[in-house]
């Protein structure tokens, strides 16, 4: 195991910033001190802050450039973290970057959801009945800016390491508000309606203004032909696709609010975890948050306990076939990947999985959001001296001497460990035929490492690409400006899942990607990706 915690960069954006005095002018003297604190963060934690941007000698030019062009007024609030997300995003990483600069009264931008397939987005939701025309139509342009430059620029304000990051961004970070639209297009005047271009079904291009923000009347969304299991109790829960039960579908849309996670989490100490399971609690039941942890616990989903529910059910009804939807997980705690893995495929496989490795940045932002305890445990190993990199698990890797106690780690999660402790699953329970993983640009984080560890298993992947590269720099460390408050995230891990396959260790291309002609033969279908992985099971 590489790792086990991968914070989703998607889920950092609900802690937002909030700015009050957006066109308060800060002192020159007060953003250039920010600035000094910023690089000091980023180039003290950050693995690398110069891998993807042409190296340290063009990382410094643009700092240079961006400290020279505060003019000596100074910069409102809005106008200082324009320029940070620009110079941020040229790191590349999608783990590093600033917290929305939200407002209060934020408005919202664009009243569609969107569907990616291929690199093009298509409509999904339209928020009235007039819009109804525009369900599956293609995003041409916007204020005759055309997608392709649009996707460039997503590219230059915030940092991405393939197209289907900046397609993910492009969605809930610049389309879906009215702050974000103007970062995206700083041309569009904001007190008119916004232009649009749509290719519709019929191949005919229709244009659009939309009124910004934009009052729904009713969510409208296309009909679909695949009986997804309801997540209203669980982010992770299953059915059946047919009346003999031959083929299975799980469902797991987060991996931030089942019972094993928190568990481990307070073995960990990690801070706060009493309110993240408190939280997991209030969304899953009616009742009052109970004050003892025991009693919280069992208030939140369990992943073995549904995992083992559907082995049970398949070997029940000899299913042969399981598809694993994880188009919106955007990721948690990966020790849902461990756990999931021993049940499908035994002991033998969860012990011998390749996971890659990772090289993990200490400093002085690292341990003062993590046990500081853990510095002196540290001192034998490696030199900790106020920024060091730790090689162990690389060096393990390349050795093959990787040695880790799973029973340890299992012992963490009580509800896992009395399960696995029983050794009922340690061989293979219930052996399938076929194992379809599908995923979308917002299978992140620690929702791409379960779909790296099934694909390690032999499943195949259906759908479209994963937003997040399997060679990434990622966990995150939270940091404010101390004079502007503005917040954002550096990381501070880089992970390596495919040493020897650099293509793959970019952009994981699914090994059924969904065409647009094949989204257009299954009629548009929301689920597509489903009825695609059918068609799959059939030849």
Known sequence: MKTIICTSVLLLFVFANTLFAQNEILPADSLKKDLNQLLTIVESSHPDP?????????????YQQMLNAIPKEGLTKKEFYSAIIAFLANIGDSHTGLLPNQQPGQESGLPFKFKVVEKSLFIQVVPDKKYQRFISAQLISIEDIPFE???????????????????????????????????????????????????????????????????????????????????????????????????????????NTYRESFEYLK????????????????KYNSTEIPDDWNKLLAGTPSATEVFVQLIEEMKVSGTKNLI?????????????????????????????LDNGYSIKRYSDQYFSQYNTSKKDSLQNRISITGSSYDFSNEECYAK???????????????TFWKVYSTKKYHNPY????????????????????LLTGLYAMGAKVVGTASGQAPNNFGDALMFSLNRSGIRGFVSFKQVITYPNDPAKGHCFTPDYPLTYQKFKD???????EILFSLEILKK
Do not use: C
């Not at 917002?442 to 791409?448: D, N, P, R």
């Open 50 to 62: 110069y891998f993807a941007g042409g190296g340290k000698i063009a990382f410094h030019r643009r």
């Open 149 to 255: 430059e649009l996707l460039v620029r997503q590219g230059n304000i915030r940092g991405a390491e393939n197209d289907f990051t900046k397609l993910a961004f492009m969605q809930f970070l610049s389309l879906s508000r009215k702050d974000g639209l103007k970062n995206l297009i700083p041309e569009w005047n904001t007190t008119k309606p916004i232009k649009l271009v749509f290719r519709k079904t019929d191949g005919n291009n229709e244009d659009l203004e939309v009124e910004i923000p934009f009052q729904p009347v009713e969510v409208i969304t296309p009909a679909t032909l695949v009986n997804l299991p309801s997540t209203e109790k669980s982010d992770f829960a299953f059915n059946f696709l047919d009346n003999k039960k031959q083929t299975a579908l799980l469902v797991i849309k987060d991996m």
């Open 267 to 282: 073995v960990l100490g990690s801070k706060g975890i009493e309110q993240m399971a408190a939280n997991a609690y209030k």
């Open 324 to 352: 694993i939807d994880l188009r919106e997980n955007s990721g948690g705690n990966s020790i849902m990947r461990e756990i999931m893995v021993y049940l499908l495929y035994g002991d033998v496989a969860v012990k011998t």
């Open 400 to 414: 093959k001497e990787l040695e880790i106690n799973f029973e340890e780690t299992f012992k963490m999660m009580p």
């Open 430 to 449: 219930h052996q399938l035929a076929k194992v379809l993983v599908v995923s979308s640009p917002f299978t992140f984080s620690s929702g791409l490492n």
């Open 522 to 528: 299954l009629h548009f279908d929301p689920n597509a």
